[in-house]
């Protein structure tokens, strides 16, 4: 048999197992002004220091080379993407790219009331914003801030400037607040936004994640089922997103939606995984759990060209292991937190 070398430059991002990457998650700061238990300690983490972030006209260069080899969705995440001051800029030099991809983003919600506007004028297509609990008590908490209103308000801001389907992301904790996920549905539904659940990943900074404190999907489709009628949503394929969705309706007061579960540890999506990731200093990574990345932003700014940037990823991407491996004795949490790396 005759050995062909892969091309230099593959033209789309695919990797050993057939899988294509479509969906880019942009790391836009490591920052963030929540001090969440399940992803940093209370004093917070040592932030990049600016000048090993990619600035602007990199960050759009580097997304731009991703489009071409056939992203369509670029999701901005962080830290804690609305602290990054530019922000509504980049997002409108994204949607400036063609093929124009789509655009959303994962926040706090803390500060987006205020940008929200802005953010949908400029291309933002929709939001996911992480809220655990509509308890005040212990959202404090969690967050070790006093900011549930805020949040609030961001997600209200959110659905008034059409960034539709509004996302809600929550993680359930044992002991915390497990025993309130279908108050946090409820109030979902009300308010017409779509509840996703997702278990509790090993990416904190403390390295304290432990499998038996998490809460997994069969416990909170358990969970829920106590107050709501579940039913597979059989209104379209689930193809590469994570989430299992599920028809609701709460029979107390006739409301109905939809709820998702992701179940990222007791039944990972690997195999149809279509995600890369960008962190905010340049390092691409073919995996949330990879070992390994690969740094763009030195070759970037030592003049490199844009089909020596394209065959960085492309290697990058053909490195991508079949799956995550949690659970399996050869599993290591990755060094960087999921703060570091983006969601």
């Known amino acids: 048999?005759?050995?062909?070398?892969?091309?230099?430059?593959?033209?789309e991002l695919s990797d050993t197992f057939g899988r294509v990457a479509r969906d880019l998650r942009v790391s836009v700061t490591d920052r963030c002004n929540l001090r969440c238990t399940y992803c940093m300690p209370a004093e917070g983490l040592?932030?990049?220091?600016?000048p090993e972030m990619l600035d602007d006209d990199e960050l759009v260069r580097v997304v731009g080379l991703f489009v071409?080899?056939?992203?369509?969705?670029?999701r901005l995440t962080g830290g804690e993407p609305l602290l990054r001051r530019s922000l509504v800029d980049v997002v409108g030099r994204i949607a400036a790219l063609e093929p124009r991809p789509r655009i959303a983003m994962t926040t706090n919600g803390v500060g987006l009331a205020r940008v929200a506007a802005p953010l949908a004028a400029a291309g933002l297509d929709r939001v996911n914003i992480s809220l655990d609990t509509v308890d005040r008590d212990t959202f404090a908490q969690l967050t070790r801030r006093d900011r549930f209103d805020d949040v609030v308000a961001g997600l209200e801001a959110a659905a008034a400037a059409g960034l539709t389907p509004v996302k809600v992301n929550a993680v359930a904790m044992r002991g915390i607040n497990d025993g309130v996920v279908a108050d946090l549905l409820g109030w979902c539904l009300e308010?017409?936004?779509?509840?996703?659940?997702?278990?509790?990943?090993?990416?904190?900074?403390?390295?304290?994640?432990?499998?038996e404190q998490m809460i997994t999907?069969?416990?909170?489709?358990?969970?829920?089922?106590?107050?709501?009628?579940?039913?597979?949503?059989?209104g379209s394929a689930r193809g590469?997103?994570?989430?299992?969705?599920?028809?609701?309706?709460?029979?107390?007061?006739?409301?109905?939606?939809?709820?998702?579960?992701?179940?990222?540890?007791?039944?990972?999506?690997?195999?149809?995984?279509d995600r890369v990731r960008l962190t905010a200093d340049g390092q691409v990574r073919n995996c949330l759990f990879a070992q390994g990345e690969v740094d763009l932003r030195g070759p970037l700014r030592d003049?490199?060209?844009?089909?020596?940037?394209r065959t960085l990823i492309n290697q990058e991407?053909?490195?991508?292991?079949?799956?995550h491996g949690i659970g399996k004795p050869s599993f290591h949490q990755p060094a960087r937190p999921m703060s570091a790396i983006g969601g």
């Open 191 to 211: 308010r017409g936004y779509h509840l996703r659940f997702i278990e509790q990943m090993p990416l904190d900074a403390q390295h304290a994640w432990a499998r």
């Open 240 to 273: 590469s997103a994570p989430a299992e969705l599920y028809d609701v309706l709460e029979p107390a007061t006739g409301r109905t939606g939809t709820v998702g579960i992701i179940a990222s540890v007791t039944a990972p999506f690997c195999g149809a995984c």
């Open 68 to 74: 071409s080899m056939g992203v369509t969705q670029v």
């Open 1 to 11: 048999m005759t050995f062909v070398p892969e091309p230099r430059v593959r033209p």
């Open 46 to 50: 040592p932030w990049l220091p600016r």
């Open 317 to 323: 991407m053909w490195r991508k292991a079949a799956g």
């Open 303 to 309: 003049g490199a060209s844009d089909d020596d940037l």
């Open 217 to 234: 999907a069969t416990e909170l489709h358990a969970h829920l089922a106590e107050r709501f009628e579940l039913t597979p949503h059989a």
